[in-house]
């Protein structure tokens, strides 16, 4: 479920990625991507175009999820 985005193999990897901006998020909270640590929540993450299923979720300081969003790349 979710949205779905395309990977081009014709176009440079570093030119694809997927732009991620949280608004009202803590000093405290983190961004996870698929349970591993990306940044925090206060600022502006690019995720690259990763082929598979995903899971982004903004977490509290003890890891409760306070977000999330399930996305695929194709």
Same mark, same amino acid.
């Given at each position: 479920?979710?949205?779905?985005?395309?990977?081009?193999?014709?176009?440079?990897?570093?030119?694809?990625?997927?732009?991620?901006?949280?608004? @009202?998020?803590?000093? /405290?909270?983190?961004?996870?991507?698929? +349970? $591993?640590? =990306?940044?925090e929540g206060t600022t502006s &993450?690019?995720?690259?175009?990763?082929? @598979?299923?995903?899971? /982004?979720?903004?977490?509290?300081?003890? +890891? $409760?999820? =306070?977000?999330?969003?399930?996305?695929? &790349?194709r």
């Amino acid at each position: 479920s979710g949205s779905v985005y395309a990977y081009d193999p014709d176009i440079p990897a570093r030119l694809q990625t997927l732009g991620v901006v949280v608004a @009202g998020a803590g000093p /405290l909270h983190r961004l996870t991507l698929d +349970g $591993r640590p =990306i940044g925090e929540g206060t600022t502006s &993450v690019q995720l690259p175009l990763i082929p @598979g299923s995903h899971l /982004l979720a903004l977490v509290d300081e003890s +890891g $409760r999820r =306070i977000d999330q969003v399930r996305f695929s &790349v194709r």
